[in-house]
């Protein structure tokens, strides 16, 4: 009897019993779930191994609104005030490059960034721009013991193509007035024999010294932007690698026009580049600036190129007047 009632208390008590089904996951209206993605789904290779949820909310790359759960079933914790935050570099593959509501063309404002038309001010000088939407391509501080500035390439970009430039060099002197940027320009007095056109205005080697005049630009160097070995100037070499990055081609001829200002106070240059395609003109290819359609020795051989540098100087006599306003208004106050 004893172990009748032994058998019964084990039978009562003491059996497995089933687990009751579990309820089907739901997800409240209006709130957003995802899917675990490796962080190789930026490059469009996404992997099924999970991954950290934590890292997808607190750096804002998850999945949008609306992607079917899967993985871990517990609500991520709000990031902690004091948690170190990882540095995101940037990817070009985030970029939107086609976006046709960019104001620098069909860049997309990730790549093309802020982008300025009619004037830039540069260390205090309202630089005058030519017709349309400019963007930043590169840009250094200068510094000297007698004078301090900066140095800005702007670029004008249109189907992924540069079509303008311009270089400027904006210098203020250090402390008291000194004896001008550089004693003599050199190239405003007509001794340099690759220029197509030389005006000079002012020639004082006191310090008011003034000129515009036209040269040709050669490109294909910035195309070696990163071989040290190449002689490229520092600024034009940040230029090459800056379009290079953004998928920005260039034609290889330009032709320049170069504005220079001076006083015992301040230096200001502008050296505007325009692209002879877009007039339809076309270069023929050359292995240097020297060969080129656009060198001096070379140029008389092209009546339309000819024609194209008389138009430019049409342009440079009614845009100097602007030039010399802006550098006026540098004056140190």
């Known amino acids: 009897m004893f172990a009748a009632v032994l058998t019964l208390l084990f039978a009562l008590f003491f059996q ?17 779930s995802y899917s675990s993605q490796s962080t190789d789904a930026l490059s469009g290779n996404a992997s099924s191994g999970q991954s950290s949820a934590l890292s ?8 949008a609104v609306g992607a079917s759960t899967a ?18 570099t ?13 104001a620098a063309g069909d860049l997309d404002d990730a790549l093309g960034g802020r982008s300025y038309s009619g004037s830039v001010n540069v260390d205090g000088y ?14 250094a501080r200068y510094q000297s013991p007698h004078a301090t500035g900066e140095l800005v390439f702007l670029g004008r970009i249109k189907n992924r ?23 003599k320009l050199s190239g405003c007095a007509g001794v340099n024999h690759i220029d197509l056109y030389v005006n000079p205005e002012a020639m004082d080697d006191n310090g008011h010294q003034s000129c515009w005049l036209i040269d040709s630009y050669f490109t294909p160097p910035l195309q070696q932007w990163a071989d040290r070995a190449v002689r490229i100037d520092t600024l034009d070499r940040a230029v090459g690698g800056d379009l290079a990055a953004k998928g920005v081609t260039y034609p290889q001829d330009f032709v320049r026009i170069r504005m220079t200002r001076t006083e015992n106070w301040g230096f200001l240059e502008v050296a505007y580049l325009f692209s002879p395609e877009t007039a339809g003109i076309k270069s023929n290819e050359a292995i240097s600036g020297a060969d080129a359609d656009w060198a001096r020795v070379n140029l008389s051989r092209y009546p339309e190129k000819v024609a194209y540098v008389e138009t430019l100087k049409q342009w440079a006599t009614q845009f100097w007047p602007r030039f010399k306003a802006a550098f006026d208004e540098g004056v140190p106050k």
């Open 16 to 32: 497995e019993k089933p687990n009751p089904a579990a309820p089907a996951s739901t997800t409240a209206s209006g709130q957003a």
């Open 161 to 183: 193509r540069l079509v303008g430039g311009a270089r400027v060099t904006a210098l203020h002197t250090v402390g008291q007035p000194g004896n001008g940027f550089p004693p």
């Open 90 to 102: 940037a990817n070009l593959s985030l970029a939107t490059p086609n976006n046709s509501h960019s």
């Open 56 to 63: 997808a909310a607190t750096t804002g790359n998850g999945p």
């Open 71 to 88: 993985g871990a079933n517990s609500q991520v914790p709000p990031a902690s005030p004091s948690a170190p935050q990882k540095v995101q």
């Open 126 to 139: 309202k630089v005058p721009l030519p017709a349309g939407n400019w963007v930043i391509l590169s840009n």
